[in-house]
């Protein structure tokens, strides 16, 4: 018995090893100690890995926890509850997506524009409505209604590099004061690394 016990804590012992080299690669001995060769943080490292999303919403303050979501070159405070993510690319345009589990039609986007043509990005992020006429909120926001399709629209850029990162959404009109608020704070907090 006490054989048998030893033999599952090496095997124990030895697997967290394995898991923990794994997960620490930069700390493999290359045998160089210049400090010039120790890689800098990226832009995940630098951010908390948690954080609680502050939105009103019916005139209420509501808190959600949320996690970061990071993506090479850009990231954001994605809530914990009910999302699921898909990813696309059209016409050279990466698109992430994420779809509310309980209602397939709230869904908003992380769109990623290779070039800085600001026109061709609103044109793309609002092409459901292309007759839309869009007024400009808070923190960059863009909105827009559409009353025939009962839908509300909403984006923001952020120009990185020569990129430039949208983050909009689609989504039924009545959902607007639930979902849609914490959809915009989610993207309030797009920040490009």
């Not at 001995?29 to 609680?52: F, M, R």
């Not at 020569?162 to 797009?190: C, Q, R, S, W």
Request: hydrophobic share 35%; aromatic share 12%; proline share 4%.
């Amino acid at each position: 018995m006490n054989r048998m016990k030893k033999m599952i804590t090496l095997i124990l012992v030895g697997l967290l090893s394995l898991t923990l080299f794994a997960c620490n690669p930069a700390e493999k001995d290359s045998g160089n100690t210049d400090a010039d060769s120790v890689s800098a943080p990226t832009g995940e490292d630098l951010q908390p890995k948690t954080t609680e999303l502050t939105y009103n919403q019916e005139g209420e303050e509501q808190k959600s926890p949320a996690t970061l979501f990071y993506r090479e070159h850009y990231s954001f405070y994605l809530a914990d509850d009910g999302w699921k993510h898909d990813f696309e690319k059209q016409d050279g345009i990466e698109t992430d997506t994420w779809i509310f589990e309980s209602n397939d039609l709230i869904r908003f986007h992380v769109s990623i524009f290779p070039n800085q043509d600001r026109d061709a990005a609103v044109a793309f992020m609002t092409s459901a409505h292309p007759d839309l006429t869009m007024e400009e909120g808070e923190n960059d926001w863009f909105f827009g209604t559409d009353i025939k399709s009962m839908t509300q629209t909403g984006y923001r850029m952020v120009a990185f590099g020569d990129k430039l990162y949208g983050f909009h959404y689609d989504i039924p009109l009545e959902a607007g004061e639930g979902a849609g608020v914490l959809i915009e704070a989610m993207g309030n907090t797009l920040s490009c690394i």
